[in-house]
C-alpha cells in the first residue's frame, strides 16, 4: 500500500501546481494525476456537474491504485469534498485544498484577507463560511475572477494581455487594505508573481500548495502509508490532449512526461 500513487485531479493544468509541491516536500512519493481537460473551467459549471465530473475521475483514480485522493481543484473541493468523502471514506481517504489553507491561516494575524476565485468557488462562500469559524475576527473579501482559468488554459500568461486582465480584477475597491490574498484556485499559482506586483508586493499571496502538502504528509504518516522504499513513475492523464497541459507539466517536473489521454466519460 506505501508504493500505491497519490491520486491527484484538477480540471487542467492548476493542480499541477499542487503536484509540484507535493513532489517537493514527498519526493519519495509516486503520483498519479489526472487533468479533466474536456470539461474545463469548472467554474461555471452546476455543483452537480462537478460532483458527477468528481466521482468518475476518483473511480479512475482508485482503479488505477490511489492509496489516497487529492482534490486539486479548489471549485471540485468547494462543491464535491463533502459529497466524496462521504461516498467513498469507506473506500479510501479524500483530501481537499482549502481546509489546509484555512488551517494555515490560525498561524497568522490578519485583520483583513481576500480571496480570488471562480465564480462556483467564491458563489458557494465556503472560504469565507470556513474561516469565519477558525478566524473570526478577520475580515475576509471575496472576488470572483472568472476569466483566469481560461486565460491560463489557452496560455496567455506573462504578457501584456494577462497583465490587463489581472490588474482589471485586482484594481476592485474591495481589495482595499488587505494583507494577504488567497489564490482560492490551483491554477493562480502559475501567475503568482504577476499578482504580486500588483499589490507591490507588500501583501502575503497564499497558495494552497504547501499547506496542503504538510496536511497530506501528516496523513500519509498517521496511516502508515509514507513510501520509504523510493520513488516509482508519475503518470499523467487528461480526459482531451492539449499542448499546453504538457508544456506546463514539462516545466513543473524535472522529468519526461508521458502524457495520457483517458476517455472516462464514455
Known amino acids: 500500500m506505501k508504493k500505491q500513487p497519490i491520486g491527484i485531479f484538477d480540471s487542467g493544468v492548476g493542480g499541477l501546481t499542487v503536484a509540484q509541491a507535493i513532489k517537493q516536500i514527498l519526493p519519495g512519493e509516486s503520483i498519479i494525476y489526472f487533468g479533466d481537460t474536456a470539461h474545463l473551467p469548472y467554474g461555471d459549471k452546476s455543483a452537480e456537474s462537478i460532483k458527477n465530473y468528481s466521482r468518475k475521475i476518483t473511480d479512475f483514480l482508485l482503479d488505477h491504485g490511489s492509496k489516497v485522493v487529492l482534490i486539486a481543484c479548489n471549485t471540485a473541493s468547494a462543491s464535491a469534498f463533502d459529497t466524496l468523502r462521504e461516498e467513498y ?3 479510501t481517504i479524500i483530501i481537499d485544498v482549502i481546509d489546509p489553507v484555512v488551517d494555515y491561516l490560525t498561524t497568522r ?7 480570488i476565485g471562480t465564480k462556483r468557488t467564491i458563489s458557494s462562500g465556503t472560504y469565507k463560511n470556513k474561516i469565519g469559524i477558525k478566524s473570526p475576527s478577520t475580515e475576509v473579501v471575496s472576488l470572483a475572477t472568472p ?17 490587463a486582465i489581472i490588474r482589471t480584477y485586482l484594481s476592485d475597491p474591495s481589495l482595499s487594505g488587505i494583507q494577504a490574498l488567497i489564490l482560492g484556485c490551483t491554477h493562480y499559482p502559475i501567475i503568482r508573481n504577476q499578482i504580486s506586483k500588483i499589490f507591490n508586493f507588500n501583501i502575503e499571496v497564499i497558495d494552497s500548495g504547501k ?7 501528516d496523513i500519509l504518516d498517521r496511516n502508515h502509508l509514507l513510501n520509504d522504499s523510493g520513488k516509482v513513475e508519475d503518470l499523467f492523464y487528461v480526459s482531451d ?23 472516462i466519460w464514455k
Open 109 to 115: 494575524d490578519f485583520s483583513k484577507i481576500g480571496v
Open 211 to 217: 499547506p496542503v502538502s504538510v496536511i497530506l504528509r
Open 241 to 263: 490532449y492539449t499542448s499546453w497541459f504538457e508544456k506546463i507539466a514539462r516545466m513543473f517536473f524535472d522529468e519526461e512526461i508521458n502524457l495520457k489521454r483517458a476517455d
Open 89 to 91: 471514506g469507506g473506500k
Open 147 to 163: 476569466l483566469l482559468v481560461p486565460m491560463i488554459e489557452e496560455g496567455f500568461v506573462f504578457d501584456d494581455i494577462s497583465n
